[in-house]
């Protein structure tokens, strides 16, 4: 994987219009594409199989993979897309990326592919959400692609290969962890603003302390309550920047006893107060 040489065919932030639906099936990729979704509701088939859609998800499609997006009415399905190559020597320019019926393929426009095991075991959707910086890396290289300054191209192609390194990396790590963390820090997830629950958590994961301890750090690379701690903080964020509500408001929707609490340990984790925060959106 130290060798690709990622090349950036089309990069763009695309919202799928629902008129579209009926003619969503049978999309075919001629080059490697990442597909980040950004919000909205929809889903994606890939080789018949389907999967629901929700902000924060990674998609990840070899060429020529079959696959089809399908957009919700009232709240359409935006992502962040690359189409891009990794081991032409000599890479197309070319902003074709897609064909629609196998009869209307062009083989001259299909993207090398070479065997690489690593490549080949990744999953077609991951959930990204746990790993904002890498959610704002694709971002950014979707709009350095696409703001054409003088080193732009360049930096959008080294940054898809270290984004692609570090994902691969977590990807790998998540085919070891425990089932059991994992279901653990979804309830985590949902369940944040009621507060700590180390007991109930140990009680659901029917382990000693110290081997549960262990399997969730393993699988989380944080610690039960610091995972805890991160998901109160991410739920803060999203209320301050998704809803007019106050400050004072977000902060008991926390399980908050003291807005003062809460404001010491918001701008302990993001290095601005919960207000300043908010104003970035501004």
Sequence with gaps: ??????????????????????????????????????????????????????????????????????????????????YFELWNEKPRSTEHHLYWHPADLLPELVTTVRENTVLDTLPHLYPLQHHTILMDVFAHIVKQHQQQREYGDQIAHSLLKAFMLEFIQIAGESWHSDYRMKAIMHRIDKEAHAGSNY????????????????????????????????????????????????????????????????????????????????????
């Design 1 to 82: 994987m130290s060798e690709i040489q990622p090349f950036i065919r089309v990069g763009h932030h695309y919202q799928f219009p629902y008129e579209r639906n009926e003619f969503e099936y049978g999309r075919f990729g001629y080059c490697y594409a990442f597909h980040l979704v950004d919000g909205g509701r929809g889903r994606i088939t890939i080789d018949g199989q389907s999967y629901p859609l929700k902000k924060g998800d990674l998609i990840y499609l070899p060429p020529q993979l079959m696959h089809s997006f399908y957009t919700d009415d009232e709240h359409p399905l935006a992502t962040y897309n690359l």
């Design 199 to 282: 007991t109930s958590w140990l009680a659901q994961s029917g382990l000693r302390k110290t081997r549960f301890h262990s399997l969730f750090k393993q699988t989380a690379g944080i610690s039960p309550k610091a995972y805890w701690s991160r998901a109160v903080m991410k739920q803060a964020a999203a209320a301050l920047w998704e809803s007019n509500r106050s400050i004072t408001a977000i902060a008991s929707d926390l399980g908050y006893a003291s807005i003062h609490h809460f404001t010491k340990q918001f701008t302990a984790y993001y290095g601005v107060s919960p207000s300043q925060y908010r104003k970035r959106k501004e």
